[in-house]
T-cell receptor
Framework: GENVEQHPSTLSVQEGDSAVIKCTYS??????FPWYKQELGKRPQLIID?????GEKKDQRIAVTLNKTAKHFSLHITETQPEDSAVYFC????????????FGSGTQLTVLP | DVKVTQSSRYLVKRTGEKVFLECVQD?????MFWYRQDPGLGLRLIYF???????EKGDIPEGYSVSREKKERFSLILESASTNQTSMYLC???????????FGSGTRLTVV
């Protein structure tokens, strides 16, 4: 199976600064890595994902990087805004099952005005 | 635009009651999952299903069962509700091989 560790558990940044959340995974056979954002009282929503044949992917202010050798991937948010405040979850899909995501424990991001 | 629907947003039940949480998806996904979410514990997998009438235990199946009689519907059953089952319950679904989940809005269950 797969194990995903996520750090930090809480992160506070000033509005306009960058935020970085890191995850490590255990199984080199994992090949899909999504990130979910969960605002207070709402469902987790997919914000960006990356597959193992790509090293980096960007979508406006958010980007994800993947280092397959080191087995870690990171979420980068630039020019943070108060509406970025939420819990962020990383996840990994193990190629062996191709069905079930293993989630990290989550990071509470707070953007201070 | 809602694609995964959970029947109740808030639910209050008494200890010992049998509780049904319903989840319906309209995306023809093969895979469906039930998670519970508690502060500081992240998302914990209770049960999942890859096909009709198929079910597999997740990490914390004790005290729960599931039913999947139709592809679009996956029910979570608390056979005899207890106070330690007070939690937020999230349903999700996905296509095999594509990875990404779509989550429902969640059911906040309180057992008194």
């Amino acid at each position: 199976g797969e194990n995903v560790e996520q750090h930090p558990s809480t992160l506070s940044v000033q509005e306009g600064d960058s935020a970085v959340i890191k995850c490590t995974y255990s199984d080199s056979a994992s090949n899909y890595f999504p990130w979910y954002k969960q605002e207070l009282g709402k469902r987790p929503q997919l914000i960006i994902d990356i597959r193992s044949n790509v090293g980096e992917k960007k979508d406006q202010r958010i980007a994800v990087t993947l280092n397959k050798t080191a087995k870690h991937f990171s979420l980068h948010i630039t020019e943070t805004q108060p509406e970025d405040s939420a819990v962020y979850f990383c996840a990994a899909l193990w190629e062996g099952s191709a069905r079930q995501l293993t989630f990290g424990s989550g990071t509470q991001l707070t953007v201070l005005p | 635009d809602v694609k995964v629907t959970q029947s109740s947003r808030y639910l209050v039940k008494r200890t010992g009651e049998k509780v049904f949480l319903e989840c319906v998806q309209d995306m023809d996904h093969e895979n469906m999952f039930w998670y519970r979410q508690d502060p500081g514990l992240g998302l914990r997998l209770i049960y999942f299903s890859y096909d009709v009438k198929m079910k597999e235990k997740g990490d914390i199946p004790e005290g729960y069962s599931v039913s999947r009689e139709k592809k679009e519907r996956f029910s979570l059953i608390l056979e005899s509700a207890s106070t330690n089952q007070t939690s937020m319950y999230l349903c999700a679904s996905s296509f095999s091989g594509r990875g990404g989940y779509t989550f429902g809005s969640g059911t906040r269950l309180t057992v008194v």
